[in-house]
């Protein structure tokens, strides 16, 4: 089994429409979480850390279930910008960062 | 600010050649880490220094060596290239091994091994 896992997609969007999409987790241990953002062919950047409480920047909501081990994305107002491959990571003890296979959106006009 | 660059950004290789992929940052940052990412896995970790003199295996070592001689510089070599080593590669630096670190990635070296 996978660390961290994800839905692949693509998650096809319409402009200005909300997306959701989550990220389970297998190391009841892991202690930090992470939203990367990687376009194509590109190097993946920091899009957003994960809090307990979960957190918004902007259009942006991440959300964190320690119960049930997995994190979510929710993007709104969906732009053509924000198409691309959202990666999911986790620290795991010993504090290296554990990548999932990442989830496609594409954002359509 | 020029961050974490790696050179080259394409490469092929026969099977058996050796190669070193260079990864640099200016940031001073402790930790720097090697990537590969290939379809549908996500990236996984070769090796990683914690400081300078100081490195250690990742989730997929093999075939792979790495030297940390100076805080800024972490080369990648490939002792015998293999077509299974085809794959995109990521260096990365962050500050600090630790909790809500940010990692900063290179451009990526696509590699190719025929």
């Known amino acids: 089994r996978k660390e961290v896992e994800q839905d692949p997609g693509p998650f096809n969007v319409p402009e200005g429409a909300t997306v959701a999409f989550n990220c389970t987790y297998s190391?009841?241990?892991?202690?930090?979480f992470f939203w990367y953002r990687q376009d194509c062919r590109k190097e993946p950047k920091l899009l957003m850390s994960?809090?307990?409480s979960g957190n918004e920047d902007g259009r942006f909501t991440a959300q964190l279930n320690r119960a049930s081990q997995y994190i979510s994305l929710l993007i709104r107002d969906s732009k053509l910008s924000d198409s691309a491959t959202y990666l999911c990571v986790v620290t795991t003890p010993g504090r290296k960062l554990q990548f999932g296979a990442g989830t496609q959106v594409v954002v359509t006009p | 600010n020029a961050g974490v660059t790696q050179t080259p950004k394409f490469q092929v290789l026969k099977t058996g050649q050796s190669m070193t992929l260079q990864c640099a940052q200016d940031m001073n940052h402790e930790y720097m880490s090697w990537y590969r990412q290939d379809p549908g896995m996500g990236l996984r970790l070769i090796h990683y220094?914690?400081?300078?003199?100081?490195?250690d295996q990742g989730e997929v070592p093999n075939g792979y060596n790495v030297s940390r001689s100076t805080t800024e510089d972490f080369p990648l070599r490939l002792l015998s290239a293999a077509p299974s080593q085809t794959s995109v590669y990521f260096c990365?630096?962050?500050?600090?091994?630790?909790?809500?670190?940010?990692?900063?990635f290179g451009q990526g070296t696509r590699l190719t091994v025929v």
């Open positions: 994960v809090y307990s």
């Open positions: 190391n009841s241990a892991s202690q930090s």
């Open positions: 990365a630096s962050s500050r600090r091994l630790g909790l809500n670190t940010e990692a900063f």
């Open positions: 220094s914690v400081g300078a003199g100081i490195t």
